[in-house]
């Protein structure tokens, strides 16, 4: 499983760069701290066991204890001795083997000598069974050895990596605020919007990224308002002697009627051009944003659109909330839709409307019973100057579909373009709702 986010990368490093360096510092200190120690403690132990051992009234089965330097050495260790078959010698059988301590014993008292170690009620102990001593057990309680000396060293070891891990999370996430606000504006700009500069901040980098996006999004601010003014002069400029046109159009005589009908009904189609390029280049005003009821618009294009002896238009709308939006844009849209479904629907079109699921977004669906379009030429239908078979015909400027998509993507909505079963396309549209 591979992890794309560098949040997510930057805090796996830094676990595994943690986990790294507390096994080292483990290490260090076993080596370098306990293991010089622990050998020193053998030695001790081992020149004290090895004077009770040498001493001349040492029998066979083990230490007489009647001699006063034995005995207070013995008093002072702790050390007890016993039988192998005794009862309290059964936890020297359920005690752990340490092979370090065996091996060193065994060295200091030039003897085999198994040592184990075993958690008593008090402290631990240390079992001896030394070859020198086959029929005893030296028991060995180590008093300033408690398990509960070992529980704040884990539980502050490990309260320790809880707060280093804690900390290295917000010390990224502090890093990444900028980056995911920077993500945030960058999709924004991706719909057409045009965001306020954003502050600079976070590391050096991240800063110089943030100052290069506000440049970027200056210069694409520019860039709009000199296409807007392009195109609202060329609009101008083009309207103008379209209008002198059909003013001198209408002004011919009689007798030149069949000419002036076609010179006007080119001048007619120019301006519509005309109309749809500044459509498609408008910019959206969410300030103007306000409550639209889609069952309004349906209804309006049901009436306008429909005519009962060559288009019948069916609707079936559902109570729903209102959009969120535009009202002159949002109309524009599906209006565009039900036009294009007239001209290719075969006389049928249907309207409805819903909400979703979750009733965040309310959707209009317009069908038809045309020919549809060919699966490999749905994600090209909203493509702007799009004409011919992959627009279902070859009317218009190419701009009404992708004007929807436009529409669409400017107020976070979405469309879903699908062939019916029925034959025909059908178009749903979302908008967000208040």
Same mark, same amino acid.
């Given at each position: ?83 192998k078959d005794s009862p309290i010698a059964e936890q020297y059988h359920q005690a752990i083997n340490i092979d370090l301590m065996s091996e060193e014993m065994s060295h200091e008292l030039g003897t085999p000598t198994n040592v184990r170690m075993a958690l008593g009620e008090e402290s631990y102990i240390l079992w001896l069974n030394i070859e020198a001593m086959p029929e005893s057990l030296i028991r060995i309680p180590l008093s300033e050895l408690q ?19 804690? !900390? ?18 960058? /999709? ?16 050096? #980098? ?54 002036? #009908? ?6 007619? #189609? ?11 280049? /408008? ?129 976070? !909505? ?21």
């Amino acid at each position: 499983m591979r992890f794309r986010s560098s949040f997510t990368q930057s805090i796996l490093l830094f676990v595994t760069l943690l986990i790294a360096s507390q096994v080292y510092s483990y290490y260090a200190v076993f080596n370098y701290a306990l293991l010089p120690s622990l050998q020193q403690f053998n030695k001790i132990l081992g020149y004290e066991i090895n004077l009770m051992l040498d001493h001349p009234d040492n029998s066979d089965s083990g230490l007489v204890m009647d001699a006063p330097l034995r005995r207070q050495i013995l008093e002072q260790l702790g050390v007890t001795i016993h039988a192998k078959d005794s009862p309290i010698a059964e936890q020297y059988h359920q005690a752990i083997n340490i092979d370090l301590m065996s091996e060193e014993m065994s060295h200091e008292l030039g003897t085999p000598t198994n040592v184990r170690m075993a958690l008593g009620e008090e402290s631990y102990i240390l079992w001896l069974n030394i070859e020198a001593m086959p029929e005893s057990l030296i028991r060995i309680p180590l008093s300033e050895l408690q398990e509960e000396d070992f529980a704040p060293l884990f539980r502050n070891s490990l309260l320790m990596a809880l707060l280093i891990i804690a !900390g290295g999370w917000l010390f990224m996430r502090l890093q990444n605020r900028p980056l995911l606000a920077l993500q945030k504006v960058a /999709k924004g700009v991706g719909r057409g919007e045009i965001p306020p500069p954003l502050p600079e901040k976070g590391s050096t #980098e991240i800063r110089s990224v943030t100052r290069a996006f506000n440049q970027m999004s200056k210069g694409i601010q520019a860039l709009e308002d000199d296409r807007a003014l392009l195109m609202a002069g060329i609009s101008h400029d083009l309207r103008t002697p379209l209008t002198r046109i059909r003013l001198a159009t209408e002004m011919m005589s009689p007798e030149d009627s069949y000419l002036a #009908e076609g010179i006007i009904s080119d001048t007619e #189609e120019c301006n519509e051009i005309i109309s749809q390029f500044m459509d498609y280049l /408008k910019p959206v005003n969410k300030q103007s944003f306000t409550e639209v009821d889609l069952n309004d618009i349906a209804e309006d294009l049901a009436h306008s659109e429909g005519n009962g002896e060559y288009v019948e238009i069916v609707t079936e709308l559902h109570q729903l909330k209102a959009a969120f939006g535009s009202p002159i844009a949002i109309k524009r849209a599906i209006s565009n839709l039900v036009v294009n479904a007239v001209r290719y629907g075969n006389g049928w079109i249907k309207i409805s409307t819903g909400m979703t699921a979750d009733n965040k977004l309310c959707w209009i669906c317009i069908e038809d019973n045309g020919p549809g379009i060919e699966k490999d030429q749905v994600a090209k239908l909203f493509e702007p100057f799009t004409r011919g078979d992959t627009a279902r015909g070859s009317e218009g400027t190419g701009l009404g579909l992708a004007i929807v998509k436009r529409i669409v993507s400017q107020h976070h !909505g979405s469309v879903v373009v699908n062939n019916r079963g029925e034959g025909g396309l059908k178009v749903q549209v979302s908008f967000p709702s208040k």
